[in-house]
């Protein structure tokens, strides 16, 4: 049974639409990742599932127990779910302990085992000795830790985080990434991630969903979304894209850059999309399908983006290092990897 | 079976929307009814007024004493606004950029006189050179007792304007004039806005100084109008004449605060590594400091405590402990009043955004600029209909509540808004219901600043004057009544001890209030940032 079930869910604010017919739903124990540009509505999808926010048509499903449905909302304060938003959102009057047992209610547990169950959070986040200070005393990572041990405590059956990571730099970012999908997982905690970090939604997900204009216009394993996009838009949203102008031909082939060729007749226009790992370059002009010139190289270190200008066409390529291209250089240029045809819309 | 699984949690889904519902129409309605209770003053004027003639009312306002006294009006509040935006800009921007020994405390002088009452310091001064009155007196008097707010609210103001963008405007070249002109000052004029506006209020609604200094200002021609028993109606058409000129000024304050840059977050930033190290502009703003410092409290505390010694065997001991006590408590009282009246507000504006707490804001912030004067005029009239209230502690109290309740909704808000709404977002996940987010999460955060504002309407309350000289039960008596009677028939030594005791009990909450020790953010600054 699905842990989290969306079904035609709008939600207007103010005058406008943030969320137009959206339909989502989640299996037990699986990590989503939302991803979209700022303002897609990604933060007000996940407000929604929270119950901070009344939706005007469709219903939210938890297991079997609905709780939204048009716009009557089960208060978020029965959900019982665990939310984590931007820059963690610690209470600043409580120390690190007093934060991880807000939600514990002492009607329900002993004192002993609140210390109990916020120690093992501690340990968990690998804060222990950490009880007694206060948020302002934390670093940005250390919020965020304890911010989702708090949410954690309560056990909840889903656990929502809203770009989490944003406030961090990069490294700190990544470790803390890795840390807490782990722990999701360890746990087998239903999660959604919400970020605009293409990576970051591709290295943590089970399935990625890719929001635009209060839609989610694509959604599946990070592997089908990165490699069979379907759509022009949902390929630049999961990756860096290549997109070259192509046309569908009558035997059935395409015709692009380093498919020249095809003979017949052209049956539509469209445009391609190329991954830059999927294309190769090399000295051995004579056995190119196209020849570049090297215009301009990025270097990384564990790889490169190599520039290359064929004929005015100009292509970014990746290129794994170590390497010995220089500027200037003419290269031959091959594609290997799949052609994903997208036809032109037709104006009407 | 699906169908039950719904029909079952709709029921409850509804019970539960039902119970929201229910909690927000109570607190709707109780701030509807502190909304009507701050209305009652304008409303009694109008009803009042609306019941003399169109003609007469006409008349009185045409006459030559009201333009003569608007006239007054108008002057010196341009004069002490003029005075102390100059002045009081000047002293913070050299307090806060100037590189100064001892700079924290060297904003005590600056704000002591905070604690001294315009008509204590007209008193003193008057005690000092009997010549002493008329309009310039007054401008002198009101823009010494005032400069405090500009000074102030700058302050604040220039705390949230990063030292870094100044480093930048000057790498673009920039001289330290040119920089404060293009880049400090549109950042910091709201601010500014509004220290000028409580000096303007100030001075509008005082009666003490003008009184004693004998200038007629509206707020004196209203309490002669009642002293004298004369006509209540057209006492009421000047008080509307009075809250006409008040709602310009919070008007004009308004249009400058909408002008400047919208503050969301404010941050303070220190200033420690920019300061300004030269030496005429250290010598100029601690010569500045040193003489406001010496005009506005050392000669004050010399006349008090000179005359106080000088007939120390004068002192009813007794006398002054019951007055100071029951200044105390009425004070206090009202205090408290006011705080309770704002809370239900309070809790609204911290939830979400409502219409009607946006509409009871607004009418409770237009109250910001009713002077003592009206409001005594406006309780005493209704209270003499009511009976037992009439002649009551509870009634002036009453009055403190509704003169300051602009002051502490304003507090209350500010210091509610600092409570970011994802803390009350995860608290509501966490399981707590909007009482308990409430009672857990956003009363400790706000309380720190809830604390102060109510602080400071008991300062206020302690010094205030016009209302509680229309107000008092007979024979009941504030140190503000018993120093006003005394200095009125120039018995300079019987009011010493009663305007020591004063100026020494709100000498404490002033200090707390402006905290020297501390560059966080100041009261001041949270009425800088009061509702628009």
Not at chain 1, 317 to 346: N, Q, T, Y
Not at chain 2, 12 to 41: C, E, F, M, W, Y
Not at chain 2, 308 to 322: D, H, K, P, Y
Not at chain 2, 358 to 363: C, D, I, N, T
Request: net charge positive; glycine share 6%.
């Amino acid at each position: 049974m699905s842990s989290l079930e969306i079904s035609h869910l709008n939600v207007t604010l103010g005058k406008k639409l943030i969320l137009n017919d959206l339909s989502f739903s989640l299996a037990q124990g699986q990590i989503a990742a939302l991803l979209g540009p700022s303002g897609c509505g990604k933060t007000t999808l996940l407000r929604s599932i929270a119950g901070l926010i009344q939706p005007s048509h469709g219903t939210v499903r938890f297991g079997n127990q609905l709780v939204s449905l048009s716009s009557l909302v089960l208060p978020s304060h029965k959900r019982k779910l665990g939310y984590v938003p931007q820059e963690g959102a610690l209470f600043p009057h409580l120390n690190v302990a007093e934060n991880i047992a807000f939600g514990l209610d002492r009607s329900i547990f002993t004192k002993d085992k609140i210390r109990q169950i916020t120690k093992e959070m501690l340990d968990l986040i690998e804060l222990q000795g950490f009880e007694n200070r206060m948020p302002s005393q934390l670093s940005g990572g250390q919020q965020t830790r304890v911010a989702l041990a708090r949410a954690l405590a309560i056990k909840p059956a889903l656990v929502l985080l809203d770009e989490p990571f944003s406030a961090l730099d990069a490294e700190l970012r990544a470790d803390l990434r890795t840390d807490v999908i782990d722990l999701l997982r360890a746990q087998n905690t239903t999660a959604i991630l919400v970020t605009h970090d293409r990576e970051e939604a591709l290295v943590s997900a089970d399935i990625v969903a890719l929001m635009r204009e209060g839609k989610i216009i694509q959604q599946g394993t990070p592997e089908a979304v990165y490699s069979t996009p379907i759509s022009l838009e949902t390929a630049i949203g999961t990756g860096d894209a290549l997109v070259l102008a192509a046309a569908k031909m009558a035997d059935g082939s395409t015709s692009y850059l380093f498919n020249s060729t095809t003979t017949g007749s052209e049956v539509e226009k469209g445009h391609i999309v190329i991954r830059p790992e999927e294309i190769k370059i090399d000295r051995d002009l004579s056995t190119a399908t196209a020849v570049g010139l090297i215009e301009k190289i990025d270097y990384y270190g564990h790889d490169a983006m190599v520039s290359v200008d064929i004929s005015g066409q100009k292509l970014k390529v990746r290129i794994p290092g170590p390497f010995d291209f220089v500027l200037g250089e003419r290269v031959s240029v091959h594609h290997a990897g799949p052609v994903r045809f997208f036809a032109d819309e037709i104006k009407m | 079976m699906t169908t039950t699984v719904t029909d079952n949690t709709r029921t409850a889904l509804t019970k539960d929307a039902r119970n929201q519902r229910a909690i927000r129409s109570v607190l709707n309605g109780a701030v509807g009814i502190v909304a009507a209770l701050a209305l009652i003053p304008i409303g009694y004027l109008l009803v009042r007024s609306s019941q003399k003639p169109v003609g007469e009312i006409a008349q009185l306002l045409v006459r030559p004493k009201t333009l003569e006294v608007l006239a007054t009006t108008s002057a010196l509040v341009l004069s002490v606004v003029t005075v102390t935006v100059v002045l009081g800009v000047a002293l913070a921007s050299g307090l806060h950029f100037v590189k100064l020994p001892m700079r924290r405390l060297l904003i005590i002088p600056a704000v002591l006189p905070l604690a001294i009452p315009s008509y204590v310091f007209t008193y003193t001064w008057i005690a000092l050179i009997p010549e002493f009155s008329g309009f310039f007196a007054a401008v002198f008097i009101l823009s010494v007792t005032t400069l405090p707010y500009v000074i102030l609210a700058t302050l604040a103001g220039l705390r949230t304007v990063d030292g870094a963008q100044i480093e930048v405007a000057r790498s673009l070249g920039l001289s330290i004039p040119q920089t404060f002109r293009r880049v400090v000052f549109p950042q910091v004029k709201g601010h500014i806005s509004a220290g000028a506006l409580l000096a303007a209020l100030y001075t509008i609604s005082d009666f003490g100084a003008v009184s004693l200094l004998n200038v007629e200002t509206l707020t004196v021609t209203i309490q002669n109008m009642y002293r004298a028993s004369y006509d209540r109606s057209a006492a009421a058409v000047i008080s509307l004449v009075l809250i006409a000129f008040s709602t310009v000024v919070v008007l004009a304050d308004e249009r400058v605060k909408r002008q400047s840059p919208a503050g969301g977050d404010v941050k303070v930033y220190s200033t420690k590594n920019s300061l300004i190290n030269k030496v005429w502009m250290r010598f100029a703003v601690i010569t500045t400091l040193a003489i406001f410092a010496f005009v506005a409290v050392v000669i004050p505390f010399f006349v008090l405590i000179s005359r106080f010694f000088s007939n120390r065997v004068a002192i009813e001991w007794g006398e002054l402990a019951r007055t100071s006590i029951s200044t105390i408590l009425v004070a206090a009282f009202g205090a408290i009043i006011a705080l309770v009246l704002s809370t239900p507000l309070g809790i609204l504006l911290a939830g979400s955004k409502t219409r009607i707490g946006h509409y009871a804001q607004r009418v409770i912030t237009i109250g910001h600029g009713l002077p003592g004067v009206v409001v005594g005029l406006a309780l005493v009239s209704i209270g003499s209909k009511l009976g037992a209230l009439y002649q009551t502690t509870f009634l002036l109290a009453f009055a403190y509540a509704l003169l300051f309740l602009a002051k502490s909704v304003a507090s209350m808000s500010s210091s509610l808004s600092r409570v970011p709404n994802s803390v009350k977002d995860v608290a509501s996940t966490l399981g707590m219901n909007q009482w308990q987010v409430f009672k857990k999460v956003v009363a400790p955060i706000a309380a720190p600043g809830i604390g102060l504002g109510t602080i400071l309407v008991f300062l206020t309350a302690m010094k205030e004057l016009p209302a509680t000289l229309m107000l008092r039960p007979t024979g009941f008596d504030t140190l503000a009544t018993q120093i006003w009677s005394a200095a009125a028939i120039n018995r300079f030594n019987e009011a010493a001890p009663y305007a020591l005791i004063l100026v020494l009990i709100a000498a404490v909450p002033t200090f707390l209030v402006s905290r020297p020790d501390k560059s966080d953010r100041t009261f001041i600054q949270e009425t800088a940032r009061s509702p628009k």
